[in-house]
């Protein structure tokens, strides 16, 4: 008999597994695909040489998670790489703010009534980052904080809506960019706890950049499934798991999956029946003759670039697909592109580049020319440089990856109290009404992202029963 099954082996389920195999427990993993990555994976999904990315691109949680830190991935072929910026917000007139590697050069962005209101933002935190990333991601509590005292002045500054937060910003630059951030959660600006999205978002890009995953982000989801090989545990794809019957006998099962589809594979009726999920997006890739011409140099410069001409443009295009249920007319999009920074993606003189926006859960409709409407006031031009696109709404995604249900690729609406408590309020968020079967997936905390914390997290929670006689 297996200590522990993981079903999923995105990077929260690959990161549980390894976790407990490390402590010497047996582990296999089932994943449903053919390849392993959920939402870290690459694809040549628009002509041969290049190489796309079909969700996470980008890698700020990453490359600051405590899970991933303290994994040595670099030796199973993981490398980090960094654009000249981390990000840019250009603007209609071909300015732009950017969040940079130092305070300094983002604060001077934002203009001199903004630089010193975002420096005494930021400034308390940036010294004590990885002791605050890593009492946040364990939230609840899955540890003993390190540093409360300035967990609970993060609280303080984050907890109320981004858009108090922003009162201390006198000029657009700032507030654009501030807004963009939050959005990346796709919640509304006024939502609970918005402010900390943002924050967090600044912080990790200070820290330690945006990275982007060299070749792309199936290098961490192989660099994972390499090491837990290694540790003894083995990985079994192209098994999709329809009741728990279909798994071989196991002390403890761990889901890397939506609450709706444990509950459906385990039998809990409708345990999770008040989980939420929210807005789905519209995924564009683009092979490219060449970069984007976009009108702002930062922008040229920069890994992820955010689309948003205001910060009123911004919350209108948030509310629209949250609250108004249609598709906005001028979309909220976060770019990026990797071939800035990473040659392998592409041929030579090509680049590949992906834009999304935000759309109602399970919208039908196609949204392609709206997004490069947009595209093509900051970027006059683009369509021209485009060979080839692979578009995706809600369905499409949900198709692809299971756990993205209505093609919400936050695996739930990170808005409200679910932001932090999820799937359902209670301070042991991954076990679930079976005690040998426990939940690890971007549905519980710290929430969405790119980050193992999630897996690393439950697999406290399952080793902890393993350890039982």
Same mark, same amino acid.
């Given at each position: 008999?297996?200590? +522990?099954?993981?079903?999923?082996?995105?990077?929260?389920?690959?990161?549980?597994?390894?976790?407990?195999?490390?402590?010497?427990?047996?582990?296999?993993?089932?994943?449903?695909?053919?390849?392993?990555?959920?939402?870290?994976?690459?694809?040549?999904?628009?002509?041969?040489?290049?190489?796309?990315?079909?969700?996470?691109?980008?890698?700020?949680?990453?490359?600051?998670? %405590?899970?991933?830190?303290?994994? %040595?991935?670099?030796?199973?072929?993981?490398?980090?790489?960094?654009?000249?910026?981390?990000?840019?917000?250009?603007?209609?007139?071909? #300015?732009?703010?950017?969040?940079?590697?130092?305070?300094?050069?983002?604060?001077?962005?934002?203009?001199?009534?903004?630089?010193?209101?975002?420096?005494?933002?930021?400034?308390?935190?940036?010294?004590?980052?990885?002791?605050?990333?890593?009492?946040?991601?364990?939230?609840?509590?899955?540890?003993?904080?390190?540093?409360?005292?300035?967990?609970?002045?993060?609280?303080?500054?984050?907890?109320?809506?981004? #858009?108090?937060?922003?009162?201390?910003?006198?000029?657009?630059?700032?507030?654009?960019?501030?807004?963009?951030?939050?959005?990346?959660?796709?919640?509304?600006?006024?939502?609970?706890?918005?402010?900390?999205?943002?924050?967090?978002?600044?912080?990790?890009?200070?820290?330690?950049?945006?990275?982007?995953?060299?070749?792309?982000?199936?290098?961490?989801?192989?660099?994972?499934?390499?090491?837990?090989?290694?540790?003894?545990?083995?990985?079994?794809?192209?098994?999709?798991?329809?009741?728990?019957?279909?798994?071989?006998?196991?002390?403890?099962?761990?889901?890397?999956?939506?609450?709706? +589809?444990?509950?459906?594979?385990?039998?809990?009726?409708?345990?999770?029946?008040?989980?939420?999920?929210?807005?789905?997006?519209?995924?564009?890739?683009?092979?490219?003759?060449? $970069?984007?011409?976009?009108?702002?140099?930062?922008?040229?410069?920069?890994?992820?670039?955010?689309?948003?001409?205001?910060?009123?443009?911004?919350?209108?295009?948030?509310?629209?697909?949250?609250?108004?249920?249609?598709?906005?007319?001028? =979309?909220?999009?976060?770019?990026?592109?990797?071939?800035?920074?990473?040659?392998?993606?592409?041929?030579?003189?090509?680049?590949?580049?992906?834009?999304?926006?935000?759309? $109602?859960?399970?919208?039908?409709?196609?949204? #392609?020319?709206?997004?490069?409407?947009?595209?093509?006031?900051?970027?006059?031009?683009?369509?021209?440089?485009?060979?080839?696109?692979?578009?995706?709404?809600?369905?499409?995604?949900?198709?692809?990856?299971?756990?993205?249900?209505?093609?919400?690729?936050?695996?739930?609406?990170?808005?409200?109290?679910?932001?932090?408590?999820?799937?359902? $309020?209670?301070?042991? =968020?991954?076990?679930?009404?079976? =005690?040998?079967?426990?939940?690890?997936?971007?549905?519980? =905390?710290?929430?969405?992202?790119?980050?193992?914390?999630?897996?690393?997290?439950?697999?406290?929670?399952?080793?902890?029963?393993?350890?039982?006689?």
């Amino acid at each position: 008999m297996l200590d +522990a099954v993981v079903v999923g082996a995105g990077p929260n389920g690959l990161t549980a597994a390894v976790e407990l195999a490390r402590r010497g427990f047996s582990v296999a993993v089932f994943e449903a695909r053919s390849t392993v990555g959920g939402g870290a994976r690459t694809e040549e999904l628009t002509l041969p040489g290049f190489r796309h990315d079909p969700c996470s691109a980008a890698h700020p949680l990453a490359i600051n998670s %405590p899970a991933f830190r303290a994994l %040595p991935l670099e030796r199973y072929g993981l490398e980090w790489l960094h654009a000249e910026l981390p990000m840019a917000h250009p603007f209609p007139d071909g #300015t732009a703010a950017v969040l940079a590697r130092t305070v300094g050069e983002t604060a001077a962005s934002f203009g001199p009534r903004d630089a010193g209101a975002y420096r005494r933002l930021v400034a308390p935190f940036l010294p004590k980052w990885d002791t605050l990333a890593r009492d946040f991601m364990s939230l609840p509590l899955t540890a003993l904080p390190r540093d409360p005292v300035t967990l609970a002045r993060f609280g303080l500054a984050g907890l109320p809506p981004s #858009t108090l937060l922003m009162r201390r910003f006198r000029d657009e630059p700032a507030k654009a960019l501030f807004s963009g951030l939050v959005a990346h959660v796709m919640a509304p600006l006024g939502g609970f706890a918005t402010g900390a999205v943002g924050l967090v978002f600044a912080l990790a890009a200070h820290a330690r950049g945006w990275p982007v995953a060299r070749g792309g982000s199936q290098s961490l989801s192989d660099a994972l499934a390499a090491y837990l090989r290694d540790l003894g545990g083995s990985v079994h794809t192209d098994y999709e798991v329809k009741r728990l019957d279909d798994l071989p006998p196991a002390r403890a099962y761990v889901f890397d999956t939506s609450p709706t +589809a444990l509950a459906r594979i385990a039998g809990f009726g409708n345990h999770y029946g008040g989980y939420r999920y929210g807005p789905g997006v519209f995924k564009v890739d683009y092979a490219l003759d060449g $970069p984007v011409p976009w009108t702002a140099k930062e922008a040229r410069a920069a890994g992820t670039v955010q689309v948003g001409a205001s910060s009123a443009e911004i919350g209108a295009a948030l509310n629209a697909a949250s609250r108004e249920g249609r598709a906005p007319d001028r =979309p909220f999009l976060i770019t990026v592109q990797p071939s800035v920074v990473d040659p392998t993606r592409a041929p030579v003189g090509k680049h590949v580049f992906w834009a999304y926006g935000h759309v $109602p859960n399970g919208w039908t409709g196609d949204l #392609t020319d709206t997004i490069e409407r947009q595209l093509e006031r900051f970027a006059p031009g683009f369509r021209d440089r485009v060979l080839a696109r692979a578009t995706a709404g809600p369905p499409e995604l949900a198709a692809r990856n299971a756990n993205y249900v209505g093609g919400d690729i936050a695996s739930g609406a990170a808005s409200g109290l679910q932001l932090l408590l999820r799937p359902k $309020p209670t301070l042991f =968020p991954y076990r679930t009404p079976h =005690p040998a079967v426990f939940i690890c997936s971007s549905a519980t =905390p710290p929430g969405p992202g790119v980050h193992g914390m999630s897996g690393h997290n439950a697999a406290k929670a399952v080793w902890k029963r393993l350890r039982q006689p």
